[in-house]
């Protein structure tokens, strides 16, 4: 078998930082439908300039088959795969004049991201190191450091107006792209600061579809499939979504006849996103791990899980500005995507960096429902304490929140100061509601009850 043939590719349009397996299931697959659809007569195709974030090593496998992948959709009982070309070039995001020539390339008119939550918020090290690398004309390092410094390439080069889109678990993720921009242009280049202001435009998005890491089976998978022999193939679930916010001031691909929604008000999506998926994948995360499982769909087959799981929604649909209907249609979903076995979405992935994902995940529902005069949620302090007890365990993948977990470590039996120390790292406005602090106190001693190495056997068995 070979890799799949050289197909004839579209012009560079978009440049995208973070080539990682969501943005070629989503944003990347919704340019190549939105193409083959070709619904605005005589306008050119969009390909995308796709750069890495952290590890080069995505751009080195996908430029030996010409970035070209298998895109598998996995649904519960079969696979569909298609072949994806809609990456035109792929490169090690660190190339720092191949970055700054695409970002300055007068026929792009859009820039994404797929950063993460941790990439707006980098380390004030790594702030401090692209602040004196930019000011002497070298590269960046950061996320916003490099869109610092691609943006001044393309002022430079007196390119017009672009719009940067946010694709990431993020409220209002446009308006943290646009702040950590500005505030790092401003240190470097005040005249450079008030050029982004005035020529670019920050998009944000909701975006939803669940895109495990792909395994040695999936690249077996593809090749029966397509008959080609592919590195790098990404599998991912049937369903998905996507919601945007902003103008686009050079134009944009025709993604809305593929699916997408464009809307003047994003954050009731990003709420429903956030308070429903997301906020279950944590729970299922940092519970489903401590009782040994390994993937959500493992998580979903404990009955005590999944009644916590339906608590946490009941806590978080009176804080969503949608009706009864649409609130149990999304639920309804989420249900179904979680409990599809075929997909083996690893808990410790969605683990990763709670320190960063459970504010805006666990915490804004929580506030939500105090400002309106309600009791923190019962489901929700119990994600923050399975939380606590996940950062005395030996994988925990969160930089950020080693501090904390050092300090946690120096007292792991004592449950109230577990509850504090969490609650004053996570939200410091909350370390006073002794309501909240006493609530996860008694879910820590609740789960302490339940922790197991290995899973418990399944219903029914013996």
Not at 100 to 112: G, Q
Not at 412 to 440: K, R
Request: overall charge negative.
């Amino acid at each position: 078998m070979t890799t799949p043939p050289r197909s004839e590719r579209h012009p560079v349009r978009i440049v995208h930082l973070g080539l990682g397996a969501f943005h070629r299931a989503h944003q990347a697959w919704y340019t190549q439908r939105a193409n083959e659809r070709g619904d605005r007569a005589g306008e050119a195709g969009w390909g995308i300039a796709a750069f890495t974030g952290r590890s080069p090593e995505a751009a080195r496998v996908l430029a030996a088959q010409d970035a070209v992948y298998t895109l598998i959709e996995r649904g519960p009982d079969t696979d569909a795969a298609i072949i994806v070309d809609a990456l035109s070039t792929v490169a090690d995001g660190g190339d720092t004049a191949r970055w700054r020539a695409a970002v300055a390339d007068p026929a792009v008119a859009v820039l994404t991201l797929t950063v993460t939550e941790a990439g707006y918020r980098p380390s004030a090290a790594a702030l401090d190191a692209d602040r004196a690398s930019l000011a002497t004309g070298d590269g960046a390092s950061t996320a916003p450091g490099r869109l610092v410094d691609g943006l001044r390439a393309r002022r430079a080069a007196g390119v017009g107006a672009i719009a940067v889109v946010s694709c990431d678990n993020l409220p209002d993720n446009g308006r943290v792209a646009r702040d950590a921009v500005l505030g790092l242009a401003q240190d470097v280049d005040a005249e450079l600061a008030e050029w982004i202001e005035s020529s670019v435009s920050f998009v944000s998005s909701m975006v939803d579809r669940i895109t495990p890491a792909t395994t040695a089976a999936d690249r077996a998978t593809a090749a029966r499939l397509t008959g080609y022999d592919d590195a790098a193939p990404v599998v991912t679930e049937p369903f998905s979504e996507w919601v945007l916010s902003g103008a686009f001031p050079a134009g944009r691909p025709a993604w809305e006849t593929v699916g997408a929604q464009f809307v003047d008000d994003i954050e009731p999506y990003e709420r429903r996103k956030l308070w429903l998926l997301n906020a279950g994948h944590s729970l299922l995360a940092y519970r489903g791990l401590l009782r040994g499982y390994a993937t959500i769909a493992e998580a979903m087959g404990d009955d005590a899980i999944v009644a916590d799981l339906e608590a946490l929604w009941a806590e978080a649909r009176t804080e969503l500005p949608f009706d009864a209907d649409t609130v149990d249609a999304a639920i309804a979903a989420l249900r179904d995507r979680f409990g599809n076995a075929r997909i083996e979405h690893r808990l410790a992935q969605i683990a990763t960096d709670g320190s960063q994902k459970l504010g805006p995940r666990i915490l804004d529902p929580l506030r939500s429902r105090l400002a309106a005069g309600r009791a923190p949620g019962d489901a929700q302090a119990g994600v923050l304490a399975a939380w606590a007890l996940h950062l005395l365990g030996d994988d925990v993948r969160d930089p950020a929140a080693a501090p904390l977990a050092e300090r946690l470590r120096a007292h792991p039996d004592d449950d109230a100061a577990l509850a504090t120390a969490v609650v004053t790292e996570l939200a410091p406005d909350l370390a006073g509601d002794a309501s909240l602090t006493d609530l996860i106190q008694s879910r820590i001693a609740h789960l302490r009850t339940g922790v197991t190495t290995e899973p418990p056997l399944p219903t029914g068995a013996h």
